[in-house]
């Protein structure tokens, strides 16, 4: 077998590895993106930027006719392209809450890394990989250690079910002296006479959402609790 063929055989390999790698990080989070996804991304992206430099190179020595191309040109089209794959998995949820930012921009990394490999830059991608699964797994939990008060803080959406209207207030002050930073509160009267209270909070991380729920569910005039762990 030819070395230029060796080299895009190495070059595929090298860009199925570290789609693996990218792409075991979201399947272990259950993410909408997986092994197969990053895979393909990656291995396609690669392949296309290889396909692109090698057409450039090879085409004008053909004939008589001399083509000018962009070595990068097919490369250029799949950092926009993959914008496609990567809106299809940014969902907004009934809490107004957005997700799957961070796989999007997986997606878009899978891409990159593809490219760096198909164009020859192996130690760039790998550096990429690497800082890719560090910016994602290991920087957000220093930064709930060691980051500031915000980033060391999980919202909670509470929704309790309160039998009289007295009680609301005292149930909204209580909640506030236990340190929990109320975000947001909205109130609806229900037709059975009872009063949907539903609340935004922002809790320390370490503050176990069970805990939350056993403590408001126990308060005077609760009827009905529900705690919902944002991110």
């Not at 296309?48 to 250029?76: C, E, N, W």
């Not at 803080?153 to 506030?176: G, H, S, W």
Request: glycine share 8%.
């Amino acid at each position: 077998m030819e070395i230029a063929n060796m080299e895009i055989l190495f070059k595929l390999g090298i860009s199925a590895v570290f789609g693996l790698v990218i792409g075991l990080e979201r399947e272990l989070k259950r993410k909408p993106v997986g092994l197969k996804t990053s895979l393909v991304i990656s291995i396609v992206s690669c392949l296309l930027t290889i396909v692109s430099i090698q057409s450039a190179y090879t085409f004008p020595a053909s004939g008589h006719v001399k083509i000018t191309m962009d070595p990068l040109r097919l490369a250029a089209q799949i950092v926009s392209g993959i914008g496609f794959l990567g809106a299809g998995v940014i969902m907004r949820r009934e809490n107004d809450s957005i997700t799957g930012l961070t796989t999007a921009a997986m997606i878009w990394g899978a891409a990159g890394i593809g490219i760096a490999v198909g164009a020859g830059f192996y130690f760039e991608a790998f550096v990429g990989v690497a800082l890719l699964i560090l910016s994602v797994e290991f920087v957000p939990f220093l930064m709930k250690m060691f980051g500031p008060k915000k980033l060391r803080e999980k919202e909670l959406r509470i929704i309790l079910v309160i039998n009289d209207n007295q009680r609301i207030d005292d149930v909204v002050t209580f909640i506030m002296q236990q340190n929990y930073t109320v975000r947001k509160i909205r109130i609806k009267d229900l037709e059975e006479g009872t009063h949907h209270v539903q609340i935004s909070l922002s809790v320390d991380y370490h503050i176990k959402t069970t805990d939350v729920y056993y403590l408001l569910s126990s308060l005077n005039g609760v009827h009905r609790t529900e705690v919902e762990s944002i991110y």
